[in-house]
């Protein structure tokens, strides 16, 4: 047998959240946000699972590619555009579409005769800080890109800071956007999952879902499966050691979890070499048997240990599932003082996947 982890990809899941993203916002174009490889969950599988989307939005221009390459003729949009001649002359090759934020990327635009010209996407800052023109520059860019025969279409573009936060949402930022772009007449694009779900006003002629597509909720406060979301990725394992442990032993590296009565615990094969958060400490839940438990000590490279004390009919061999179908990743992340984006991320490249 071999070694029992593998990563599950529920093509079902991925469908089905596209099409919560599309019914929330019926007038407009949804990108799926396929950027680090699908969060995680392979860029050709999650493409193939998600069907027929309006368009893809992506950061890296390989991964670009490899969709054309496939067949996939929709709109595919670089989220931080070319970084460099090479790159711009590839996405014109490729018919992507491309962000544009500040004056070097602007200035290749202009360096050059692309052999085709190339949908442009201007990234304005509105309070982010990030990447971005400041918003009030968006009537002097665009009137440069009007000029420019390379440029095929001109949309704006703004990205939100807490959009995630009710308490301080995205109105500042949003009025800044529309201030500066009301009187340009062009098509916009403002809201990533948070935004798209919270916020109306955000549902504009694109919108870019990454996150909630993948079944993670892009909120602290409101839970995937309440916002209709169906966990995509399921981490699975199992107990492939028992150790009886009598009060004042220890568990792991460092001894960090001391027994304070006699204790039953299961070996987990899942370590922080397979994208397991090292820093997830005892409480942490885990499914054993479809029954919550929690982690005990030290998250180690390969392993990691859980409580079955009161799990009497587990033992060797019990199936273990880190987050997925029945533990969300949100409730995992949130022990491991993170959040499910960086969890499904990190998926190791050892892990064996399955798209079921
Ligand atoms: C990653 C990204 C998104 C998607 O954000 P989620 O929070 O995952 O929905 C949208 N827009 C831009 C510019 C991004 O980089």
Redesign the pocket.
Known sequence: MSRPIRALIHADALRHNYGVAKALAPQSRVFA?V?ADA?GHGLLRAAAAFGDVDGY?I?EIDGARRLREAGYNQPILL??GAFSVAELQLASELGLWL?VHDDASLARLEGIVLPRPVGVFV?LNTGMNRLGFPAEAAAAVVERLRGNANVASITL?T?FATADEPARGIAAQLSRFDAATAMLSLPTTV????A?VDYPAARRDWV?????LYGSS?FAHKSAAELGLVPAMTLQSAIIGVQRLLAGDTVGYGATFTADRAMTIGIVACGYADGYPRHAGTGTPVLVNGVRTRLVGRVSMDMLAVDLSDLPGAGVDSAVELWGRQLSIDDVATAAGTIG?ELMCAIAPRVPVLAV
């Open positions: 946000v950027k969060y939005a950061l989220l931080e962000a990234k573009m990205h809201a990533n999952s948070a798209l870019r879902p990454g996150i909630m892009p984006y």
